[in-house]
């Protein structure tokens, strides 16, 4: 089975290394296509992988091809490729906004399709993936390409309509949690802690708080009144960002979020 990877920025890479961490995978089993030349020696040196500036060629090799192009791309590179891409080629997709039946109609013919939503957190193997399949797609090739991904993040086969549900609440949130632990840092910095370890304690917090969510099974309110204790600091913390609309702020992020997603 060889994969190809048309587009070797962080996303893509990520991907690549994941799946030949996992062991899932090898090096030769593998090629990355991109623009540029220095990208692609860099991938091929990191990785060990073949790599092209040729899409076309990238996409003949494939048994699995994953466009990882930024989704102002995919119609020139879908219109480049399409006639090199074999009827059993599995294509998988990782741009909000375009729908199966979207990625079909720029090919021209029904293939095997995938939507994929991942995030940047798979470039340290705990991404999170949605994914949906068009009715070409077998539940074992399905489960090939969920145990491919395994090796850098969990997934989730959900229903399409979702998925710009899914680019909201775990595609973009990394930079939402990433502004929460820098606002965290600043203000321990404030109180005399050394930017540094500013920056451990509250990643750390974030980590371990999410390890707690997803191990304990317990609902997120309820491990919040496990923190509060009567009279205490944290409830009075919790008192101000409730004043502040922290709440708020978030689920209107994530409209918004939603709302563009749904417009691309």
Same mark, same amino acid.
Request: one cysteine or more; aromatic letters at 4%.
């Given at each position: 089975?060889?994969?190809?990877?048309?587009?070797?920025?962080?996303?893509?890479?990520?991907?690549?290394?994941?799946?030949?961490?996992?062991?899932?995978?090898?090096?030769?089993?593998?090629?990355?296509?991109?623009?540029?030349?220095?990208?692609?020696?860099?991938?091929?040196?990191?990785?060990?992988?073949?790599?092209?500036?040729?899409?076309?060629?990238?996409?003949?090799?494939?048994? $699995?091809?994953?466009?990882?192009?930024?989704?102002?791309?995919?119609?020139?590179? $879908?219109?480049?490729?399409?006639?090199?891409?074999?009827?059993?080629?599995?294509?998988?997709?990782?741009?909000?906004?375009?729908?199966?039946?979207?990625?079909?109609?720029?090919?021209?013919?029904?293939?095997?399709?995938?939507?994929?939503?991942?995030?940047?957190?798979?470039?340290?193997?705990?991404?999170?993936?949605?994914?949906?399949?068009?009715?070409?797609?077998?539940?074992?090739?399905?489960?090939?390409?969920?145990?491919?991904?395994?090796? +850098?993040?969990?997934?989730?086969? $959900?229903?399409?309509?979702?998925?710009?549900?899914?680019?909201?609440?775990?595609?973009?949130?990394?930079?939402?949690? +990433?502004?929460? $632990?820098?606002?965290?840092?600043?203000?321990?910095?404030?109180?005399?802690?050394?930017?540094?370890?500013?920056?451990? +304690?509250?990643?750390?917090?974030?980590?371990?708080?999410?390890?707690?969510?997803?191990?304990?099974?317990?609902?997120?309110?309820?491990?919040?009144?496990?923190?509060?204790?009567?009279?205490?600091?944290?409830?009075?913390?919790?008192?101000?960002?409730?004043?502040?609309?922290?709440?708020?702020?978030?689920?209107?992020?994530?409209?918004?979020?939603?709302?563009?997603?749904?417009?691309?």
């Amino acid at each position: 089975m060889h994969i190809s990877f048309i587009g070797c920025g962080n996303m893509g890479t990520a991907m690549m290394q994941g799946i030949l961490d996992s062991g899932l995978a090898k090096a030769a089993d593998l090629t990355g296509a991109d623009r540029s030349e220095e990208l692609l020696n860099t991938r091929k040196s990191e990785l060990g992988i073949s790599v092209t500036t040729d899409n076309k060629e990238a996409a003949e090799k494939a048994n $699995i091809l994953i466009l990882s192009v930024k989704p102002q791309f995919y119609e020139e590179v $879908i219109s480049e490729i399409k006639d090199a891409v074999r009827d059993d080629v599995i294509i998988i997709t990782i741009a909000p906004g375009k729908t199966l039946s979207w990625t079909e109609e720029k090919f021209g013919r029904k293939l095997k399709v995938i939507r994929m939503m991942p995030n940047t957190p798979a470039l340290v193997k705990e991404g999170m993936i949605g994914l949906c399949a068009n009715d070409k797609v077998t539940e074992k090739e399905l489960d090939t390409v969920r145990e491919l991904c395994s090796g +850098f993040a969990k997934t989730e086969v $959900i229903p399409e309509n979702l998925m710009d549900v899914v680019t909201a609440v775990s595609g973009s949130s990394p930079a939402y949690v +990433f502004m929460f $632990i820098e606002a965290m840092a600043d203000a321990a910095v404030a109180g005399g802690m050394p930017r540094d370890k500013a920056y451990t +304690f509250a990643a750390q917090a974030v980590l371990g708080s999410a390890k707690m969510v997803l191990e304990t099974g317990k609902h997120p309110g309820e491990l919040k009144d496990m923190v509060c204790s009567p009279a205490g600091t944290t409830i009075q913390a919790v008192r101000v960002l409730e004043a502040k609309g922290f709440r708020s702020a978030v689920i209107e992020c994530m409209e918004k979020c939603l709302e563009i997603s749904r417009s691309l």
